[in-house]
């Protein structure tokens, strides 16, 4: 992954804690760490986590109530509360709660360390290909207020590695018509140097 990602444990056993902590440090994420919901609270306070992961029973407070709040204060379309709720509350009633407020998987202790592990990586690579998509739709939002329909189409093609005689088949257009397309785009888009421009519209195009 690009980005490791960012995980909040919440749990008030210290040992399961530091173990989850050290696992997933180990897969070079970063972490945060809570032992009630007042410290998770202020971790979130300074950094939006990726991933949450939730005992239920804590301390001072219910993690069904503060998964709650997390959607309440800090979801956004472009960004979800992920959470992952990791609990002694087995019955199928609790299961069931945890799902149906939000939780996006639930996980009964005793558990599986490497299970364990596996899920918070599946969800991190899950939430960093939305992440990419999002900057892809961005991307080409932005470069469709620059170019012309024919033109992202011969830079989308462009940015592929396709040659002139390729692109042309693919949009209709002469071989010659494509090279004076690419210059426009090249232009417009502010891409001077002679050796390597397509290099240049490659990396500004997802």
Same mark, same amino acid.
């Given at each position: 992954?690009?980005?490791?990602? /960012?995980?909040?444990? #919440? ?26 919901? &007042? ?10 986590? *990726? ?44 299961? &069931? ?7 996006? *998987? ?25 992440? &990419?998509?999002? %900057? ?23 940015? %592929? ?5 390729? /692109?042309?088949?693919? #949009? ?35």
């Amino acid at each position: 992954m690009a980005n490791n990602g /960012i995980v909040l444990l #919440v749990e008030d056993n210290l040992k399961i804690l530091d173990i989850n902590r050290r696992m997933l440090e180990k897969e070079g994420i970063n972490v945060l760490t809570a032992a009630t919901l &007042m410290e998770a609270r202020e971790r979130v306070k300074l950094i939006s986590p *990726d991933v949450v992961v939730l005992d239920i029973m804590l301390p001072d407070g219910s993690g069904l109530d503060f998964l709650a709040e997390l959607k309440e204060k800090y979801e956004t379309p472009e960004k979800p509360v992920c959470a992952l709720f990791l609990t002694a509350k087995a019955e199928r009633a609790d299961i &069931m709660t945890g799902l149906s407020i939000g939780g996006n *998987d639930y996980i009964t202790k005793p558990y599986d360390i490497d299970e364990f592990r596996m899920r918070v990586l599946g969800f991190l690579r899950l939430i960093e290909s939305a992440r &990419m998509q999002r %900057q892809e739709n961005e991307n080409k939002l932005s470069l469709s207020a620059i170019l012309s329909k024919k033109e992202l189409a011969v830079a989308l093609l462009a940015a %592929q590695g396709l040659y002139n005689k390729e /692109i042309a088949g693919k #949009v209709f257009l002469s071989e010659s018509r494509v090279k004076t397309c690419l210059s426009g785009i090249y232009r417009k888009l502010g891409i001077t140097e002679q050796s390597n421009k397509r290099e240049i519209l490659k990396k500004m195009i997802p």
